[in-house]
């Protein structure tokens, strides 16, 4: 059984992470780079930057100093999909995980110059530990206000599944288990994409019709590259695929989705960007995605599109004509 944590990353989703466990009852260390900010939890025990209206337990030990990390059984990587391999290799370096049980990957994404998932990256950095995925429809905004939530933790091994699982249950909180790690990590990776494009479609204010279509088209393209990634297709059909997929194309707390409704509205993706301190994971998704698409040959209009409107600066209105345009086809092909 797992009787420790550690929280690798200070974002939302981490610091949501953080009090699910607390409240599990584990012994829990919370661990983010910036110093600056950390000190700040640790006095305040808020996270004020990401999550303010969330109050950290006392038993949660909140550090900016690798060194400082006791041996846990469980590590928690949730920090964004570009910065896991650093924070992997600093992880090992530093020993924290020497005595871990498990290692769980939050972080949905597709490392773009090697087409690895995050469990690949973080098994390469940390050898000879059972690895993980924590994944599914989990916004932190709606989980740190204890609102009824559900996750799949993909595992190939059952017992550790179930030792992972049983720290994310609580009563508001239910964890469905997968031997699917492939097919979790890229529904969770691809969804991102497609939430730009349903912001894009209401900037646009295209409407609901169009917006439905385009998730639905949307998850056929996950099935195709997610299936010749070796995922399996009923995994796409669950919470890390159309869950994932449903809540990050409606939900006012996507940043995938906020990046697309301003795009769709005519701002420019470089001001967006810099207006937000949260990493939409979308937009280097996109060009991780269709790379691994065309590497496969699997056909995948939306992202073609979505990749130049991010991409190469293909205007929102002229992906939409492109996608309308295209030659009809049966809906299954």
């Given amino acids: 059984m797992i009787q420790s944590a550690t929280v690798i990353g200070a974002g939302s989703w981490g610091t949501a ?23 700040q939890i640790r006095e305040t025990r808020r996270n004020e930057r990401y999550l303010p209206e969330l109050v950290l337990a006392d038993n949660v030990t909140v550090t900016s100093d690798l060194a400082a990390l006791q041996p846990a059984d469980m590590l928690v990587f949730v920090v ?16 924290a995980a020497s005595q871990a049980r498990v290692l769980v990957s ?23 530990v059972p690895l993980a995925v924590l994944t599914g429809p989990n916004h932190a905004e709606e989980v740190s206000r204890q609102l009824a939530t559900a996750a799949v933790v993909a595992c190939q091994n059952d017992e550790v599944a179930k030792w992972v699982q049983s720290c994310f249950t609580l009563p508001f909180f239910r964890t469905y288990t997968t031997d699917d790690i492939a097919g979790a990590e890229w529904a969770g990776a ?13 900037g646009l204010k295209l409407g609901d019709n169009a917006i439905a279509a385009l998730v639905t088209r949307a998850l056929a393209e996950m099935v195709r590259l997610g299936v010749a990634e070796g995922g399996r297709v009923e995994t796409f059909y ?3 695929g159309v869950g ?7 939900s006012e707390h996507s940043r995938n989705h906020r990046v697309g409704l ?20 979308g937009v280097p998704n996109t060009a991780s995605l269709h790379r691994a698409a065309k590497a496969r040959g699997v056909r995948m209009p939306l992202l073609d599109e979505i990749y130049a409107l991010v991409h190469e600066g293909k205007s929102p209105k002229e992906g939409m004509r492109a996608l309308l345009s295209r030659d009809p086809r049966p809906e299954a092909d």
């Fill in 106 to 128: 939050c972080a949905k994404g597709i490392e773009l110059e090697t087409g690895r998932r995050m469990t690949e990256i973080i098994g390469e950095s940390i050898p000879g």
């Fill in 190 to 202: 691809m969804k991102n994409p497609y939430a730009i494009a349903a912001g894009i479609a209401l």
């Fill in 238 to 240: 669950g919470l890390s």
């Fill in 17 to 39: 992470l953080a009090s699910v466990l607390s409240l599990r009852g584990l012994k829990v260390q919370f661990w983010g780079r910036d110093a600056e900010l950390m000190a």
């Fill in 80 to 95: 964004p999909s570009k910065a896991v391999r650093g924070t992997a290799e600093l992880v090992a370096q530093s020993g």
């Fill in 244 to 250: 994932d997929l449903m809540a990050t194309c409606y």
């Fill in 262 to 281: 301003m795009l769709g509205q005519g701002k420019p993706l470089a001001e967006i960007i810099a207006s937000t301190r949260m990493v939409a994971e």
